[in-house]
Antibody, heavy 121, light 106 residues
Framework: QVQLVQSGAEVKKPGASVKVSCKVYGYTLTELSMHWVRQPPGKGLEWMGSFDSKNGETLFAQKFQGRVTMTEDTSTDTAYMELSSLRSEDTAVYYC??????????????WGQGTLVTVSS | DIQMTQSPSSLSASVGDRVTFTCQASQDISTYLNWYQQKPGKAPKLLIFDASNLETGVPSRFSGSGSGTDFTFTISGLQPEDIATYYCQQYDNLPTFGPGTKVDIQ
């Protein structure tokens, strides 16, 4: 059973960067495709991008291209998402989630508990 | 990018009611459509994958159907614990989510 545990809440100033971690339990990170999804307060879910350990492939939603970096430390089974040039609109809960590997497309399960990132001057 | 719409954006029903709402894709996505339930302050939970396949452990009152561009999610006998927002998610090239349908009890 895969379990994802994320790092704690962050408060950042506009223009800064934030790095959120997601540690994998019960599985090896190299066997997983890790995705990141965010949710602004009171709003819906937005897919940001993914990193596939198996082939090193990264995919990003166009709006985050150039501003997001996704990395992994396979020695600790921890995935990271770094978002730079933060602005107030980046205030959101950030989730890591994996592709369950069932069905014919990308199916997100399980999910981390979420990390609230607040951008405020 | 494929755009997803959901309707209605919110609904209110009584315990025991049959509840149905829809998700529409801007282009054909075959059955690459999943449904998630999200309760306040919690991460989303997978309920249905590939349009109609019930995730293990999910109550059978939840069901999904559809293919192509039009999809339907049904709760057959609404329960108080079903109060949540439900999101559809497609995977054709890159994943995208619908805006959600919020379900409340009357």
């Amino acid at each position: 059973q895969v379990q994802l545990v994320q790092s704690g809440a962050e408060v950042k100033k506009p223009g800064a960067s934030v790095k959120v971690s997601c540690k994998v339990y019960g599985y090896t990170l190299t066997e997983l495709s890790m995705h990141w999804v965010r949710q602004p307060p009171g709003k819906g879910l937005e897919w940001m991008g993914s990193f596939d350990s198996k082939n090193g492939e990264t995919l990003f939603a166009q709006k985050f291209q150039g501003r997001v970096t996704m990395t992994e430390d396979t020695s600790t089974d921890t995935a990271y998402m770094e978002l730079s040039s933060l602005r107030s609109e980046d205030t959101a809960v950030y989730y890591c989630t994996t592709d369950k590997g069932v069905g014919n497309g990308v199916v997100f399960d399980p999910w981390g508990q979420g990390t609230l990132v607040t951008v405020s001057s | 990018d494929i755009q997803m719409t959901q309707s209605p954006s919110s609904l209110s029903a009584s315990v025991g009611d049959r509840v149905t709402f829809t998700c529409q894709a801007s282009q054909d996505i075959s059955t690459y459509l999943n449904w998630y339930q999200q309760k306040p302050g919690k991460a989303p939970k997978l309920l249905i994958f590939d349009a109609s396949n019930l995730e293990t452990g999910v109550p059978s009152r939840f069901s999904g159907s559809g293919s192509g561009t039009d999809f339907t999610f049904t709760i057959s006998g609404l329960q108080p614990e079903d109060i949540a927002t439900y999101y559809c998610q497609q995977y054709d090239n890159l994943p995208t989510f619908g805006p959600g349908t919020k379900v409340d009890i009357q």
